[in-house]
T-cell receptor
Framework: DTAVSQTPKYLVTQMGNDKSIKCEQN?????MYWYKQDSKKFLKIMFS???????INETVPNRFSPKSPDKAHLNLHINSLELGDSAVYFC????????????FGPGTRLTVT | AQKITQTQPGMFVQEKEAVTLDCTYD???????LFWYKQPSSGEMIFLIY????DEQNATEGRYSLNFQKARKSANLVISASQLGDSAMYFC?????????????WGAGTKLIIKP
């Protein structure tokens, strides 16, 4: 059973398009996250979503919008894609309370041409 | 501000040797947690080991152990008897109790290559 799943695994699209990445976790966790990993492998938190409270990272452009229909799902919608959005996007989840390690999805490699 | 430093961008190690990956952290909080993750070339992020700041003993998980030196603010990962499959990126991360958003602060990673 996949704990944290993401679709699609690969996404190739042109500048200016709008795209979504879906994430689902079956661990019963109450917190979910979106990360961006750049070409140098640096991980950057984009959003965390805990019990319906969205925590927005102020450095994330407002073209990025997370949507959580329920506790098990956190989707990422990106408007007006730019070349600099090309990266690997990871969804993760954790359960509140120590140590609450995060469990990651397989990642979505987004390429904007 | 919290910070995680991994000073080794890359390492080559002979198979079967022990490996130490360095991680230093900076926080003013007394309660915090330290994590290590592995990212093989396939791309997934795999949780390896956790150390709480109040844990008196160093954490161990199979061939992984965490050399926790609180006074030096270091949390080095030790891999015993390295295997070819240990070749991967390794990330150190920290969460402190001041962060109610459960976010982790991440290091830049160390690329480990095990030579046969």
């Amino acid at each position: 059973d996949t704990a944290v799943s993401q679709t699609p695994k690969y996404l190739v699209t042109q500048m200016g398009n709008d795209k979504s990445i879906k994430c689902e976790q079956n661990l019963g966790h109450d917190t979910m996250y979106w990360y961006k990993q750049d070409s140098k492998k640096f991980l950057k938190i984009m959003f965390s979503y805990n019990n319906k409270e969205l925590i927005i990272n102020e450095t994330v452009p407002n073209r990025f919008s997370p949507k959580s229909p329920d506790k098990a799902h956190l989707n990422l919608h990106i408007n007006s894609l730019e070349l600099g959005d090309s990266a690997v996007y990871f969804c993760a989840s954790s359960q509140g309370g120590t140590p609450y390690e995060q469990y990651f999805g397989p990642g979505t490699r987004l390429t904007v041409t | 501000a919290q910070k995680i430093t991994q000073t080794q961008p890359g390492m080559f190690v002979q198979e079967k040797e022990a490996v130490t990956l360095d991680c230093t952290y900076d926080t003013s909080d007394q309660s915090y947690g330290l994590f290590w993750y592995k990212q093989p070339s396939s791309g997934e992020m795999i949780f390896l080991i956790y150390q709480g700041s109040y844990d008196e003993q160093n954490a161990t998980e199979g061939r992984y152990s965490l050399n926790f030196q609180k006074a030096r603010k270091s949390a080095n990962l030790v891999i015993s008897a390295s295997q070819l499959g240990d070749s991967a990126m390794y990330f150190c991360a920290m969460r402190d109790s001041m962060d109610s958003n459960y976010q982790l602060i991440w290091g830049a990673g160390t690329k480990l290559i095990i030579k046969p």
